[in-house]
């Protein structure tokens, strides 16, 4: 039921889903072995007693690219993380940089893509800070990054599938600016007229409160490797390439897109007020400004 929306992405008959299991080497193949183009884009953000880090990020990204090499798939698309390390501190990196060597190892036409922190409809950045269930933090809201535009990701994705010459490359996909969780949170409450308060927690003492949570609760919560990622910083590899060798020369910005996705979060009382930048170019044409050169 969850999928059944995106039928209507195509024409009658050309979206199909297939049921697979990602332990289940036969049923990855069956889902391959037809394709001219494969993207993985499963990922876990936190672990759970049925999958752990490694069991998705390494194992199973292992059994999709010994599929795709077995049916001589022409083109393979493995969708990363920004900071994807070994020699991480986070188990979410670590297991998403030995994930990259493991498939480019099996199949060295891979092309992989390490997209920042993304921003979209149903994202779990902007609809996280806006919501009022997140309150709790470790670092002050101080991790920096450059967060990316679902739809400019998207994009580059569909021009890969086109370029041949991406085979074998890594990407880099991120946004024009670099903000720390504290200035994104200040641009979502002006935004939505709102102020969500955060409580800052040590780390000794999140991780084994997120622990607990983790295992007694079967919703998401937070995980010990989240308030772990709280405290780095995005890396950007130089070697990797960017929006601009595939042709995308500015990617969207933050700040003009946050009216657009955050809108639902007002008041009834503010909800028809024009965005916040709007607003702000408003109140300056409210001021003459005088230079004077004496």
């Known amino acids: ?48 007693k049925n999958f752990t880090y490694e069991d998705v990020h390494v194992e199973g990204a292992e059994r999709i690219a010994e599929a795709v090499a077995k049916y001589d798939v022409d083109r393979y698309i493995h969708v990363s993380s920004y900071n994807a390390d070994k020699d991480s501190p986070s188990e979410f990196f670590k297991t998403k940089g ?18 920042a922190p993304m921003f979209g409809f149903e994202d779990r950045l902007l609809h996280k800070l806006a919501g009022v269930t997140n309150l709790f933090t470790s670092n002050h809201l101080q991790q920096r990054f450059w967060p990316v535009h679902a739809i400019d990701v998207g994009q580059a994705l569909e021009l890969m599938l086109q370029d041949d010459n991406t085979a074998s490359e890594t990407y880099e996909l991120y946004g024009p600016t670099n903000y720390s969780m504290a200035e994104i949170t200040q641009l979502v ?30 919703w998401p919560t937070i995980s010990p490797d989240e308030v772990e990622r709280e405290f780095i910083d995005q890396k950007i590899d130089p070697k990797a390439k960017t929006f601009k060798d595939l042709g995308i020369a500015e990617p969207a910005e933050l700040a003009k897109l946050t009216f657009h996705y955050l809108q639902s979060y007002r008041s009834s009382a503010y909800y028809d007020l024009p965005p916040a930048t709007e607003r702000e170019k408003r109140e300056e044409k409210k001021y003459l400004h005088v230079l004077d050169d004496q």
């Open 189 to 218: 409450d002006k935004e939505i007229f709102k102020h969500r308060r955060h409580l800052n927690v040590p780390r000794r003492i999140m991780k084994p409160i997120a622990a607990l949570l983790n295992r007694a609760l079967w």
């Open 1 to 48: 039921m969850q999928k059944r929306h995106l039928k209507v992405a195509g024409d009658l008959g050309k979206v199909v889903f297939m049921e697979f299991d990602l332990r289940n080497t036969q049923s990855i193949e069956e889902s391959v072995r037809h394709s001219d183009c494969v993207y993985n884009l499963i990922g876990r953000e936190y672990p759970t």
């Open 98 to 115: 030995i994930g990259e060597e493991a498939v480019r190892k099996i199949f060295p036409e891979t092309t992989i893509v390490r997209p």
